[in-house]
């Protein structure tokens, strides 16, 4: 509470700024909604009356306009509480309810959680959660400094921050062999795949990664995917042991994505593609269109990774291969979503106090909602997540004739940015089909290891 506060007492730029982004979120979905239904009637109403000049010559033809243009706006305005009423009352109707309540009250004493970027945004909520209910855990961010703080923030006297940048192999593998040292391979009860980026307007490079052995990757790709993707190899081993629940942190962002656009990573050097950093030298519209299809990407490649991943300890219990110390219960991956969040995503600047647009926008769930929907994954029963995302609101999953890349943007920039807090309640979606497709998860896996392990 106090934050917002002061920024906006703090600097009046700032104050006009957020009362911009505030009013154009709440404007921009009526007028696109008007505007689009004045386009269908050609700018006619069915009831609208003939203008009678006969009686009102002197008032002229504006003033014989205006209760045909207020009769407009009424029925307009009329018509806009029904698509709202219409879009807060779908999910009673829909085939996909919201799950029942997910327990997530026990006692976590003695268990070990591990939550990648849990210095801020969701991944913090969520080790509140885990550490409040006794757990001992592990919260990780670039700096030193940030793990250590936040760490020492969470309830009970057990919680250690430690550095991890998913950007460069060393740190990943060096946060491994810490963990390794430390703790026994049966302890890792929950590991949350969180950490996560996105270029912002103050993101300032490099856009190109050079140091995983299999070559250039986008410095996202490296932040949201490989870095992760090289832990997982280095802690399957207690994975397997500890019978792990792994959450992997994904968006809705993931629909936007295609098969061919995400496996394009691995073409040659000559071919297009988001290994040279596709937000390099592009500004405006064209460089912010990029921005978010190669974040929908790297989130499509966290959704292929859990299904490989589930695919893979499933043949392990199958073949009777699993390790040789048996966990209490089988490992199993779990795709999450906190919906659209206020967090620091999206801003370079991390000082304490630095501005950040999403916290004014109304239509943003707050980092704790968004944290909740990572606790109830690391609980969630493995059969209600299959092939799915956990989320906090309704999408309508068959929507008519948007295939693909529409349907995602449809799911992305309307459901969720304008309409997620219609229809709050926590979901089981349907992955993307480019997310369920075997062959491209095999393919991923594939060119993962060949690019973050060698
Ligand atoms: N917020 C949303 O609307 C939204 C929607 C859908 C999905 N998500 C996903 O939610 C996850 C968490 O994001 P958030 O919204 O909570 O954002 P956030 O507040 O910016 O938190 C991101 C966390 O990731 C860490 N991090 C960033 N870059 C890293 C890197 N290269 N290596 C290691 N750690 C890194 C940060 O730690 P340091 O800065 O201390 O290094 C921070 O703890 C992301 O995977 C994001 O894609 C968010």
Redesign the pocket.
């Known amino acids: 509470m106090g934050e917002k506060v002061v920024h906006l007492e703090t600097n009046s730029v700032q104050a006009a700024l957020a009362v911009f982004v505030v009013s154009v979120s709440f404007i921009a979905p009526f007028f696109a909604v008007t505007a689009l239904l004045h386009r269908r009637w050609g700018g006619k109403l069915p009831e609208e009356p003939p203008p009678d000049t006969a009686t009102t010559p002197a008032a002229g033809p504006a003033a014989a306009r205006a209760p045909a243009a207020s009769s407009k706006m009424r029925l307009l305005l009329h018509a806009w509480v029904v698509v709202v009423a219409i879009i807060a009352a779908a999910p009673k109707l829909s085939r996909v309810q919201p799950l029942d309540p997910v327990d997530t009250s026990a006692s976590l004493t003695g268990h070990t959680v591990v939550i990648?970027?849990?210095?801020?945004?969701?991944?913090?909520e969520a080790a509140k959660d885990f550490a409040g209910r006794g757990a001992r855990v592990i919260v990780?961010?670039?700096?030193q400094a940030?793990?250590s703080a936040a760490a020492a923030g969470l309830p009970g006297a057990s919680a250690l921050g430690m550095a991890?940048?998913?950007?460069v192999p060393a740190s990943v593998e060096a946060f491994a062999a810490g963990f390794l040292g430390e703790f026994k391979p049966t302890d890792l009860s929950v590991l949350v795949l969180?950490?996560?980026?996105?270029y912002g307007p103050d993101y300032a490079g490099p856009y190109s990664n050079t140091a995983f052995p299999g070559g250039a990757v986008d410095t996202m790709i490296a932040?949201?995917h490989l870095?992760h993707f090289l832990l997982l190899q280095r802690l399957m081993g207690c994975i397997r042991a500890s019978g792990t629940r792994v959450v992997l942190?994904?968006?809705?962002s993931h629909h936007l994505a295609t098969v061919a656009d995400t496996l394009a990573v691995h073409r040659s050097p000559s071919t297009p593609s988001f290994t040279d950093g596709v937000a390099l030298g592009k500004a405006g519209l064209a460089g912010a269109r990029d921005m978010f299809s190669l974040y929908g990407t790297t989130?499509l490649m966290n959704v292929l990774t859990a299904n490989k991943l589930n695919r893979l300890l499933r043949a392990d219990t199958t073949a009777g291969t699993a390790d040789a110390v048996p966990a209490t219960r089988p490992a199993t991956a779990v795709v999450a979503?906190?919906?659209?969040?206020a967090?620091?995503?999206g801003?370079s600047n991390?000082a304490a106090g630095a501005f950040n647009p999403i916290e004014y926008l109304p239509l943003?769930f707050s980092?704790a909602e968004?944290g909740a929907v990572l606790v109830a994954a690391a609980a969630v029963d493995p059969p209600l997540a299959e092939g799915k995302v956990l989320q906090p609101y309704w999408i309508w999953e068959r929507v008519p004739l948007l295939q693909g890349a529409a349907r995602g943007a449809f799911f992305n920039f309307f459901q969720e940015f304008f309409c997620q807090k219609l229809t709050r309640g926590l979901y089981a979606h349907a992955q993307s089909d480019a997310g369920r497709d075997e062959a491209a998860q095999d393919a991923m896996w594939a060119w993962s290891s060949a690019a973050a392990v060698g």
């Open positions: 990648t970027g849990g210095t801020s945004g969701i991944g913090l990780t961010g670039r700096s940030r793990a991890l940048d998913l950007t969180n950490a996560g980026m996105v932040a949201n870095g942190v994904s968006s809705i989130k979503t906190p919906g659209f969040a967090t620091s995503i801003v991390r943003a980092a968004g």
